[in-house]
């Protein structure tokens, strides 16, 4: 599956330092330590309805991961996957009346969209859940052979699932308590109330065909996969066990992150799955989290078609930690729309007050867990000093414009 084009992205003098991130599972700030060649998976959208602010917060964190990875000198493979079948979808489809493929492929040219309109820069390889079946399905044998999965239910309707205890480190990742685990697994697709399972926090990991539903045939019957198996077998054949960061909206530590790294420990035997798990804070509107299920969507597409300038989207997005949780409220836009005007006025001028302390300063500010509130704290004082008085270095400006483009994705 193709993603979108890339935006050229400018190089700047140097090298930037080290990336440090916070991990959920150790619940600290530490260093990511790539080779030279630095590996990112972050899950990816299920294409039932367009993009929506909190989506764009998401990968706008994990492009800024990119984009300081590359400034340190790191080649970088990124993988994203696209939950090309699942339930949301199917769902839409029988209420619209839509084909399942028609809208997946319209909502995934639409994120395309909007993710170029936003200069996220592109994964290498983007997957889709439907091309991957055949590798879902061999890997699930080898769960079913080893005594990790197993048959819940008769006949034609024999699901497959996950057994927790397969991988000798359930709930690691997330750090929960059991309470916390079963709340979540219920409000979040899972199934704790199905008959037969071992422990109701074992995942489906093939749903067996029922009527009017997709289905791929296989040896494990004819069905689809679940959605955390799909990750933790792109993200194995793509980029192996141990990569560096498996990235997501926080939304996703339990149940997704939590399974998906406990099917790839137990399928190949060894761990962790990622030595990082990053996760992106929620955006809110009107006191709640921004959700496709609640409807108090902001989306990229209908800014944009409001004449609402990407850049502008981008930086409000980015004014604010990425872990913290943040309300889209009327006046974050208003603001960052003038504050990118200014941005743009300064770098405009002939001269400027020299920038090389203020691209050391955005450095070490985004290769400390992504503080872009600090980075544009920067900014904002080189463009106050040299709207004051423009005089002093005529390179200032155009430096100011690449380190402002190479490391925070915005164009001026």
């Known amino acids: 599956m193709d993603a979108w ?44 309805d367009a993009t929506h602010l909190g ?7 994990f492009d ?40 997946a492929a319209r909502e995934i040219e639409l994120f395309r969209t909007d993710m170029s309109a936003l200069r996220v820069l592109p994964p290498d390889d983007y997957v889709g859940a439907v091309e991957s079946v055949p590798a879902l399905t061999g890997k699930i044998a080898e769960l079913l052979k080893s005594g990790a999965a197993y048959y819940v239910g008769e006949d034609s ?5 996950f057994d927790i205890t397969a991988s000798g480190r359930f709930g690691y990742e997330s750090g929960y308590d059991r309470d916390t685990m079963l709340k979540f697994f219920a409000e ?35 069905g689809r996969p679940g959605w955390h198996i799909e990750c933790s ?10 990569f560096d960061v498996q990235g997501g909206g926080s939304d996703l530590i339990f149940p997704h992150h939590e399974h998906s790294a406990a099917h ?31 409807g108090n969507l902001v989306l990229v597409s209908k800014l944009r078609a409001a004449g ?23 006046g974050r836009l208003p603001a960052a729309e003038a504050r990118l005007e200014q941005w743009r006025t300064a770098v405009a001028l002939d001269s400027a007050p020299p920038a090389e302390a203020l691209l050391a300063s955005v450095r070490a500010a985004l290769a400390e867990d992504l503080d872009t509130s600090r980075a544009i704290a920067a900014i904002d004082a080189w463009v106050a000093a040299a709207l004051a008085d423009g005089d002093g270095d005529e390179s200032a400006p155009a430096l100011v414009r690449d380190l402002t483009d190479a490391l925070l994705g915005v164009a001026l």
């Open 233 to 242: 077998v792109i993200a194995l054949n793509r980029l192996g066990m141990g």
């Open 157 to 161: 309707e024999r699901d497959v699932y």
């Open 64 to 103: 800024l991961v990119q984009r300081v990875w590359r400034d340190a000198g790191h080649a970088v493979h990124y993988v994203q996957n696209v939950t090309d079948v699942d339930d949301p979808l199917l769902e839409r489809s029988n209420a619209t009346g839509e084909p399942w493929r028609d809208l």
């Open 5 to 48: 084009a890339a935006a050229a992205v400018p190089t700047l003098p140097g090298t930037g330092p080290a990336l440090s991130l916070y991990d959920t599972a150790t619940k600290s700030v530490r260093p990511t330590t790539p080779g030279e060649t630095a590996r990112m998976y972050v899950c990816g959208i299920t294409p039932y």
């Open 308 to 330: 609402v300038d990407p850049m502008a989207v981008r930086l409000a997005l980015l004014d604010g930690h990425y872990r913290t949780d943040r309300e889209w409220t009327g």
């Open 55 to 61: 989506h764009a917060a998401t990968y706008l964190t």
């Open 188 to 222: 979040r697709g899972g199934d704790p109330e199905r008959e037969g399972k071992r422990d109701p926090l074992d995942s489906l990991l093939w749903r067996a065909h029922r009527p009017g539903e997709p289905f791929w045939e296989s040896p494990l019957g004819n």
């Open 264 to 294: 790839a420990e137990a399928i190949t035997g060894s761990s962790p799955f990622a030595r990082h798990y990053v996760h992106a804070g929620m955006i809110g509107l009107d006191g709640e989290k921004m959700s496709k299920s609640r």
